[in-house]
């Protein structure tokens, strides 16, 4: 069984939010119930939950912009429920950032064993995190290049214009590995290494998140190319703390 884990649900339907809150609660996770986005908008700036799961039909707006605003966010799962099982909202909603997308009418049981798996995930990947970048002071932590500026014990990315954002856990994992190893293609196996089938369903989701943080155009990208039939590779040097690794 997963770890328990603080859940937002945002559902206008009370027969499915009643449904849903009981089988998270049984599985001992604490559950909180929005009927509208604002509410929920409201809630994220007190306490961010560890997954938000996104009814797209709400009354007050677009769930997909919903979506759009959380994955912002730091390292929070986000599934959606809908009953919008066209192709076109399935592959937005993932490409947007989405975890998952669950089509209504649903076993609850099905969604709790999902949303297990993204709470399972995500704190693999801060446990991971914290590993990998703890408070080791021999070990680099700043990493610059182009224009931009990475910490990683902050998870803080900034621009040498006053832009800033920060990670989550899988970004910042997926972006060191290439930060670590510039002007070279790195493979999927080399990039979803130590990592579980979750990342790897996820990798194309946080590489395109990270686009959207560091690209001008991430429609044609620069920085981090895609170099098909081999994986990707980060265009630029780097320079850590006590050195540049790779690079020419």
Request: with cysteine.
């Amino acid at each position: 069984m997963s770890q328990q884990a603080l859940i937002y649900l945002v559902e206008d339907d009370a027969d499915i939010t009643e449904l849903v809150r009981g089988e998270l609660n049984r599985y001992g996770h604490q559950v909180r119930c929005f009927r509208t986005g604002a509410q929920l908008t409201n809630a994220l700036r007190q306490q961010p939950p560890r997954v938000c799961i996104v009814d797209l039909g709400l009354p007050d707006i677009d769930g997909l912009e919903l979506v759009r605003h959380l994955t912002t966010r730091e390292d929070v799962g986000v599934i959606i429920i809908s009953g919008r099982d066209s192709l076109p909202d399935r592959v937005l909603g993932l490409e947007l950032g989405a975890d998952d997308y669950i089509s209504k009418p649903f076993d609850p049981r099905e969604l709790v064993a999902r949303t297990n798996s993204i709470v399972r995930r995500l704190e693999k990947n801060a446990r991971l995190q914290t590993s990998t970048f703890g408070p080791d002071k021999d070990s680099p932590s700043v990493a610059c290049f182009a224009n931009w500026q990475l910490d990683c014990a902050t998870l803080t990315l900034r621009k040498d214009n006053g832009t800033e954002f920060v990670l989550s856990a899988g970004e910042m994992d997926l972006l060191v590995r290439l930060l670590k190893y510039p002007r070279q293609i790195l493979s999927r196996d080399q990039l979803l290494k130590h990592h579980d089938e979750a990342f790897d369903r996820s990798i194309d989701v946080r590489m395109s998140r990270i686009r959207k943080k560091i690209e001008d155009d991430p429609k044609s990208p620069r920085l981090i190319k895609t170099i098909y039939g081999m994986g990707y590779m980060l265009t630029s040097d780097v320079q850590w703390q006590n050195g540049v690794h790779g690079g020419n």
